[in-house]
């Protein structure tokens, strides 16, 4: 059964740093595409940050592109989300996903979620 675990969210100030984890479990995710998505209140699930496993190629959204990084740790089969400068719309559970394609940026691509951590930013 696959699983994907998120830890590591909470509580900061803006301008504070948090690292977000995914422990993956269940299957060989080396054809896979790990990222991160967010969804704030009354909006929609929205892409931030995907890394490539077997490539290690990563793409970013343009609202986080030079405050986050996305890393992989493969012994570990874990995700990091490493996310600095937050600022309060950076406020959204975060969700860890996984493809097989190369559809990076689409929510509808991906086929294992995690259940959400929360980051809350305040100012």
């Known amino acids: 059964q696959v699983q994907l675990v998120e830890s590591g969210g909470g509580l900061v100030q803006a301008g504070g740093s948090l690292r977000l984890s995914c422990a993956a479990s269940?299957?060989?995710?080396?054809?896979?595409?790990m990222a991160w998505f967010r969804q704030a209140p009354g909006k929609e699930r929205e892409f931030v940050a995907a890394v490539n496993w077997r490539a290690g190629s990563t793409f970013y959204a343009a609202s986080v592109k030079g405050r986050f990084t996305i890393s992989t740790v493969n012994a570990k089969n874990t995700v990091y989300l490493q996310m600095n400068s937050l600022k309060p719309e950076d406020t959204a559970v975060y969700y860890c996903?996984?493809?097989?394609?190369?559809?990076?940026?689409?929510?509808?691509?991906?086929?294992?979620w995690g259940r959400g951590t929360q980051v809350t930013v305040s100012s």
């Open positions: 269940g299957r060989t995710f080396s054809n896979y595409a």
């Open positions: 996903a996984a493809t097989n394609t190369n559809r990076y940026y689409n929510v509808d691509a991906y086929d294992y």
